[in-house]
């Protein structure tokens, strides 16, 4: 069965760094989307991204952050400078098609832990 | 705008006793609501999903849920609980919107008993 994959599962790194997370979407979805979950709080959007561009964006995708599709089949979450609160788990997701009745598929996430 | 609220961080059940976890919502349009489940370190599954039509939903698994607009609640059950029913699971709501971001609640953790 496709499934959203995403790398690393895990990483660690030090504040002020940049990190890239990565995300291989369903091969025939058009509808890609990041959600992150800091410990112990909700699943929050952080943007979704169709046809090359960001269609929607929460308030917390604030100018450190920024998506790419930079082949046919990555979706890339980056931020340029972390800070202690952008530990969290990140969520990818994909689906098919526009619409509120998409299911979205997500991956199992990439821990980040900012030190 | 919409929101989620999930009562109960966690439930507790014994095995074979009914499941209920309780969502609330609200939502400037006609929601589309949804029930994720949550394995450790595993992604989010869709276990059903409210659109139109029957307000009761069945899903994977043996879960069911029942959408009541005068009660904007969303809860999920199931009749006889699983040890491999223990699990974070989500409430969501759909956006006001054409897309699909996803408002969630803060989630659930279902503990099942021997």
């Known amino acids: 069965e496709p499934e959203v994959t995403q790398t690393p599962s895990h990483q660690v790194t030090q504040m002020g760094q940049e990190v890239i997370l990565r995300c291989v979407p369903i091969?025939?979805?058009?509808?890609f989307y990041w959600y992150r979950q800091i410990l112990g709080q909700k699943v929050e959007f952080l943007v979704s991204?169709?046809?090359?561009?960001?269609?929607?964006k929460s308030e917390i995708f604030d100018d450190q952050f920024s998506v790419e599709r930079p082949d046919g089949s990555n979706f890339t979450l980056k931020i340029r400078s972390t800070k202690l609160e952008d530990s969290a788990m990140y969520f990818c997701?994909?689906?098919?098609?526009?619409?509120?009745?998409?299911?979205?598929?997500f991956g199992e996430g990439s821990r980040l832990t900012v030190l | 705008a919409q929101s989620v609220t999930q009562l109960g961080s966690h439930v507790s059940v014994s095995e074979g006793a009914l499941v209920l976890l309780r969502c609330n919502y609200s939502?400037?349009?006609?929601?589309?609501l949804f029930w994720y489940v949550q394995y450790p370190n595993q992604g989010l599954q869709l276990l059903l999903k409210y659109t139109t039509g029957a307000t009761l939903v069945k899903g994977i698994n043996g879960f069911e849920a029942e959408f009541k607009k005068s009660e904007t609640s969303f809860h999920l059950t199931k009749p006889s609980a699983h040890m491999s029913d223990a699990a974070e699971y989500v409430c969501a709501v759909s956006g006001d919107n054409a897309g699909n971001m996803l408002t969630f609640g803060g989630g659930t953790r279902l503990m099942v008993k021997p």
């Open positions: 091969s025939n979805h058009l509808y």
């Open positions: 939502s400037s349009v006609p929601p589309y």
């Open positions: 997701a994909s689906t098919p098609g526009q619409g509120r009745t998409g299911e979205l598929f």
């Open positions: 991204f169709y046809n090359n561009e960001i269609s929607e």
